[in-house]
């Protein structure tokens, strides 16, 4: 018997306690061959999750609205008429760099949403998800069409 009160295994066993223990913890040998996580996958293969798609999306930096990304010097935003080839519109557009721009560049530009001719500039877009389905050129999206040819006759 033993003198401890609950009769835990624990760090102050002996050798010999542990001896006379049975070994749950001992595995099966592995098989020899490819690795287990291969021999877990079916023979179809990994599947692939049906995941949300993403785009890149270049939109106006006065009102929010997409743009096309090849932005000419004058271009201009159709809904709210804000120039695009401007600084706050590009990519290096930073308020906490030297002169509000992260390359390095001669002189401050100034305003930033007004119109310039830098030759560094670069249109800044961002990933978006595709939340939205798609939409037929008629209006009808893609699972109303599928829906209504369901229950044709």
């Known amino acids: 018997m033993s003198e401890r009160k609950y009769r835990q295994h624990g760090y102050q066993d002996d050798d010999r306690d542990r001896a006379r223990q049975p070994d749950r913890d001992r595995r099966p040998p592995q098989e020899p061959g490819a690795p287990a996580a291969t021999r877990r996958l079916s023979s179809e293969g990994a599947r692939n999750p049906n995941l949300m798609g993403f785009h890149e999306v270049v939109k106006c930096a006065g009102c929010g609205a997409p743009v096309e990304p090849d932005i000419l010097s004058r271009s201009t935003c159709a809904r709210c008429g804000q120039a ?70």
Do not use: M, Y
């Open 84 to 153: 695009l080839h401007a600084c706050a519109q590009c990519a290096h557009f930073n308020t906490s760099a030297t002169f509000e721009c992260t390359r390095t560049i001669p002189a401050r530009i100034s305003p930033k949403d007004a119109a310039n001719d830098c030759t560094l500039f670069a249109v800044r877009a961002s990933w978006e998800r595709e939340t939205s389905s798609k939409v037929a050129p008629s209006g009808v999206s893609s699972a109303q069409k599928a829906f209504d040819d369901l229950f044709k006759l």
